[in-house]
């Protein structure tokens, strides 16, 4: 049975720093593309960033999250720091076949059930 389970998240200040952790089970992790995406109230799903032969990142958090992973652990990693009000959003990872860079949602085979990132004073 695949499982991806988020956890990690929570309430911070802005300038403040969250490190976001996806333990991936059922499935071969390795052999896998992982990605975190976002969604805030009332917004699509947006793509966040992607770790495969590479990273990628999206304009509105490059220099500011972290993307990595380690296979010994099945577990993929999103360090976020210098957080603004507008990172606040429930946060999804997300696990594809090699496919190279995709930050199409449906593109992706297996999703976790999120966790809550609010950034507030």
């Known amino acids: 049975q695949v499982q991806l389970l988020e956890s990690g998240g929570g309430l911070v200040e802005p300038g403040g720093s969250l490190r976001l952790a996806c333990v991936a089970s059922?499935?071969?992790?390795?052999?896998?593309?992982m990605a975190w995406f976002r969604q805030a109230p009332g917004k699509k799903r947006e793509f966040v960033a992607w770790?495969?032969?590479?990273?990628y990142y999206s304009n509105s958090v490059k220099g500011r999250f972290t993307i990595s992973r380690d296979n010994a652990r099945n577990t993929v990693y999103l360090q976020m720091n210098s957080v603004k009000f507008e990172d606040t959003a429930v946060y999804y990872c997300?696990?594809?076949?090699?496919?190279?860079?995709?930050?199409?949602?449906?593109?992706?085979?297996?999703w976790g059930q999120g966790t809550q990132v609010t950034v507030s004073l």
């Open positions: 997300a696990a594809n076949e090699p496919m190279g860079l995709t930050t199409q949602p449906s593109d992706y085979d297996y």
């Open positions: 059922g499935f071969t992790f390795s052999q896998h593309d």
């Open positions: 770790i495969g032969f590479s990273t």
